[in-house]
């Protein structure tokens, strides 16, 4: 160390001296400061006992849903005598399980944010971050339950309860309450996404069972790619004792007054959920669930899903021993991880009703969950899903293009009916003959209506399956980045009414397919016989370009399907017509038939013809008594 640095360290320290004697405070700002101190001691001591007293002074009436009484730090509370700041301790207690990290409050002892371990929000996903999936933040989430005690309303929401934090994967929150204690307990398990939650009401003899109610409010963050695709299919589901599933609506705020006792409420966005479940079931009287969408101007417009709010009112008979127990899931809507819980859990997932539904849950779901089972890509396996699909459909297409070329080859003879018959009141021996015509050549213009409502339920099926497919979410596939939302290949930077911000290139194939096999199939339309009928052909060519429109903002995953299905279709009638079905060999069959009919071998009429004859004779009966 040289002379230089020397002097330099010895001119900073004299320094660095001199300031601080300057800048010391004096004996009189020591003693101000330590009286400050003591008062701020003293009010924090004064908040616990003015707790109570607070708790007392509420509305005379149950609250409304849509309010919520909160006490935040620093925020004052009036009385008719007095103004008191009241300082409640705002605790955060953090728990980890394999699925879950937790952060409790001990104001209300309820659970404030809540993460899932194995999963990404889109934005995270997409930036390649390692960051936790959080359902819902601070001030997101409450829980808390209200009650009267005589005629003064009750409502937990800003108790400052006391914490035990020294039990492993175990939360447990006491109040001293009167001459009692409420007493919530979390119990957290590994490899679970259920937290059995329990609240007893101890020693609390003087308020009333009867009318406990659980007030519970959720508003879900974005975690998909588009947030209106994400509010399009969130909503409330509940499960009813005696009349089973049943849902708000989802497009639009909703809602409802319970009717009967219900076994399970589902908080339910696209691919997450929060379900309760009460060991009884909640009562419906004074029960009440609404959801609602943030309207333009609101701060959770742009980050938040849906709000979700619940008035439930709780089972307390003599059996409960004063207490209520619950299993809250908080977890993704994977129907398989549904199934394990609860086998109703599975009912929030759209895959349609009845029928579809059924097609989906023992026939899709099973086929497309080996396929990944084994293995399999996401893209791939929706590709051989549907060539077994369609391999599966192959003797419905046969029939349905058999069908379509025999009324092809009829076309010139009912083209000439038509023109034979051109006024109205000739309309009915018009369809005698075209029966007639129909009957001798063994063709029919329902033979392809069959098939066609054969494939329609597992078309719609497939429609409500992939957007509710979990295994869809944030996997990509060719240019699309997340096959459960919309893929893009050019975002335009401003927004076109009906179509949107970017170009889904899926659709354009999907909807460039379609118009490929309709082109194929307009040859075998038949026209409108009768004034004022629409023209199939020019509705069929609508459809597609309908299609760029409706599908633009949907699952990728959804669209490949449908373009893959398609071109299926289009090999598929490209081979029958070219190896398998000859026309002019079925035209010369369908003539040779035709002439056996009038030859004496003709079919027993059909009590079908038997009536038209009939509706025809008198049809005529009546048009020569109006002459006369």
């Not at 660095?16 to 008062?39: A, M």
């Not at 994967?169 to 590994?190: A, C, M, P, W």
């Not at 609602?292 to 849906?306: D, I």
């Not at 026209?527 to 509705?539: A, D, E, V, Y």
């Amino acid at each position: 160390m040289d002379r230089n640095t020397i002097t330099g360290l010895v001119l900073i320290g004299l320094i660095l001296t001199v300031f601080s004697i300057f800048n010391r405070p004096s004996e009189e700002d020591i003693k101000k400061k330590q009286e400050e101190e003591n008062k701020q001691k003293e009010l924090v001591v004064q908040s616990s006992s003015k707790q109570d007293s607070l708790n007392t002074k509420r509305n005379d009436s149950l609250p409304n849903i849509e309010t919520s009484t909160n006490i935040e730090e620093g925020q004052e509370s009036n009385d008719s005598t007095t103004i008191q700041s009241i300082v409640l301790r705002d605790t955060t207690i953090i728990k980890e399980t394999d699925k879950f990290k937790l952060h409790f409050s001990n104001i209300g002892g309820q659970i404030e944010a809540l993460y899932l371990k194995d999963y990404k929000s889109y934005k995270d996903y997409k930036e390649n971050n390692n960051n936790y999936l959080c359902l819902f933040d601070k001030g997101d989430h409450q829980n808390s339950f209200v009650f009267y005690d005589g005629d003064k309303l009750i409502n937990t929401s800003n108790w400052d309860f006391d914490v035990m934090t020294d039990i492993k994967n175990q939360v447990v929150f006491t109040y001293e309450y009167k001459s009692g204690q409420v007493v919530q307990t979390y119990i957290l398990k590994e490899g679970s996404f259920n937290i059995d939650y329990k609240v007893e009401f101890k020693n609390l003899d003087e308020i009333s069972k009867d009318n406990i109610q659980m007030k519970w409010s959720t508003a879900f963050l974005q975690t998909e790619k588009l947030l209106s695709e994400q509010r399009r299919v969130s909503t409330i589901c509940y499960n009813e004792n005696e009349e089973g599933f049943d849902y708000l609506s989802e497009t639009s705020d909703d809602e409802s007054d319970l009717e009967n006792d219900i076994t399970w409420i589902a908080y339910k966005q696209s691919y997450f959920s929060s379900i309760i479940k009460p060991q009884q079931p909640f009562q419906f009287k004074k029960s009440k669930m609404i959801v609602k969408t943030y309207p333009e101007g609101h701060q959770k417009e742009n980050t938040h899903v849906k709000d979700f709010q619940s008035v439930l009112s709780l089972n307390m008979d003599k059996n409960t021993n004063n207490t209520v127990s619950f299993k809250w899931f908080f977890g993704p809507n994977d129907y398989e991880i549904l199934n394990e819980y609860n086998s109703e859990y599975d009912e929030i997932l759209n895959f349609g009703w009845g029928l579809f539904r059924w097609i989906n849950i023992y026939a899709v779901q099973p086929i497309f969950n080996f396929l990944l089972n084994i293995g399999m890509p996401l893209g791939l396996a929706i590709f051989v899903l549907t060539l077994i699909i369609k391999t599966l459909l192959m003797p419905v297409q046969w029939k349905m293009f058999v069908s379509s070329v025999k009324m092809k080859i009829l076309k010139p003879k009912t083209e000439a009916l038509n023109e034979k018959y051109p006024n109205k009141e000739d309309s009915m021996k018009k369809q005698m003959e075209m029966m007639n015509l129909y009957r001798e050549s063994g063709a029919s213009p329902l033979s392809g209506c069959l098939p066609m409502l054969i494939q329609m339920p597992i078309l719609l099926a497939v429609f409500r399956f992939f957007p509710s497919s979990f295994e869809l979410r944030q996997q990509s596939f060719l240019w699309a980045d997340d096959l459960s939302s919309f893929d893009s290949i050019w975002d335009f930077g401003i927004n076109i009414p009906i179509y949107g911000d970017h170009m889904s290139l899926f659709t354009l194939l999907m909807a460039g397919t379609t118009l490929v096999y309709t082109f194929m199939n307009s040859g075998n339309m038949q026209q409108p016989s009768q004034p004022g009928m629409p023209n199939m052909k020019i509705l069929m060519y609508i459809f597609p370009i309908m299609m760029i429109f409706f599908f633009n903002n949907y699952s990728s995953g959804l669209s490949y399907y449908y373009f893959v299905s398609t071109l299926f279709s289009i090999l598929i009638m490209f081979l029958i017509k070219k190896f398998f079905v000859d026309e002019e060999k079925l035209k010369l069959k369908m003539e040779a038939k035709a002439d056996s009919n009038k030859n004496g071998k003709q079919k027993k009429k059909s009590r079908f013809q038997e009536r038209l004859e009939e509706m025809q004779r008198k049809q005529q009966e009546a048009m020569k008594n109006r002459k006369k």
